[in-house]
């Protein structure tokens, strides 16, 4: 049996704050704010891989007024849906994500967010496909208040 699921998830970018994305830190002026390290797209793909098994999302199992997730890594919470969905005998097959970012450039660092993912799902990093777009200087990602992401995942048993 195969099932999707889609995540969109949303943080607030301020300074004083490393961006992580994917996986790993990228340099930039400011970075996303959360309780966890605030890893946008790793949030997204958790909660496109929780609802493709119908189990709730991330917000459900890591709660964020838990004092267990303060800043956690979010590597962490994916490895944790993978073996949520596997008690119910599901396997992720593939992802598709798009970061909304005006700025930094998402593109150098997209193989090492792959690799990077694929090691924590225990994944060949081709079944993870990440892409980026600004959204042209329009709303809140463009004028850079925040970051966003949204994810497809295929899982099957
Ligand atoms: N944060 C970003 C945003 C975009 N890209 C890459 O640039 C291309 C053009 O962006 P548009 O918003 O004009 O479509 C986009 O297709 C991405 O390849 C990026 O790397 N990082
Ligand atoms: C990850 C969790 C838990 O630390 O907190 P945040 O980093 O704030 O992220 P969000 O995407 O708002 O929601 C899920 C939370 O429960």
Redesign the pocket.
Known sequence: MIRVGMGYDVHQLVSGRDLWMGGIKIEHTMGLLGHSDADVLIHAICDAILGAANMRDIGFHFPDTSSETEGMDSKIILRKTIELIATKGYRLVNIDAT?C???????PHIPAMQQCMADVIGTDPDNISI????T?RLGFTGREEGISAYAVALIEK
């Open positions: 970061i970012a005006q700025r930094p450039k998402m593109n892409k980026a777009t600004t042209e």
